[in-house]
């Protein structure tokens, strides 16, 4: 195939046809191209808008109503409550980069691994009979990530402050600094000269 992106096109009867192929496909096989690393878009048939992240979020909701869900009842009403927030792209960019952190480690240790084990496949078949016995272990590498985590993002509001900050220098006539809203109370000797 080369490096084209493969073009789905959904037609009207919500069936997904593959033009590579020339068939039609269902969204578990659209799965499967995304767990193969496969390019490939998905458009409209009649407008060409492009429709791949609805299909994505499509098949993101089917695993989630089936088997063992990644996501709980929490984390989801969180993600809801950031749209139309302040903090939505922040939060949007920072999973983004959390997930490329943690992918980037789930590489370092399959490369690892491929190096003791040689074969792809074999270290892909020890790796998992590892994980199987280091339960423990890998919860305390996601605990120290996630504490990782959670300092770049601490670092990130404190940075927001700091920035934030360079606006309060500016005198504004009444107020008090770092009172912001509030009136500067007046002195009694103020009141008397006045009276």
Known sequence: MGDAVRLIKKYPNRRLYDTQTSSY?????????VIKHEEF??????SNEDLTRPILLQIILEEESTGAPM?????LTQFIRFYGNAMQGVMGNYLERNVQAFLEIQKSIQDQSRQLYGDP???????????????PAMQNLMAAYMEQSKAMFRQMQ?????QSRMFTGFPF??????AAGREEPKSDDDKSSKG
């Open 71 to 75: 996501f709980s009842h929490d984390v």
């Open 158 to 162: 404190d940075q927001m402050q700091n």
């Open 41 to 46: 878009q998905v458009i409209d048939a009649k």
């Open 173 to 178: 006539p009444g107020l008090v600094p770092g």
């Open 25 to 33: 496909i269902t969204l578990a096989d659209v799965k499967e191209l």
């Open 121 to 135: 496949s074999k270290a892909t078949e020890m790796w998992t009979q590892f994980l199987s016995f280091q339960g």
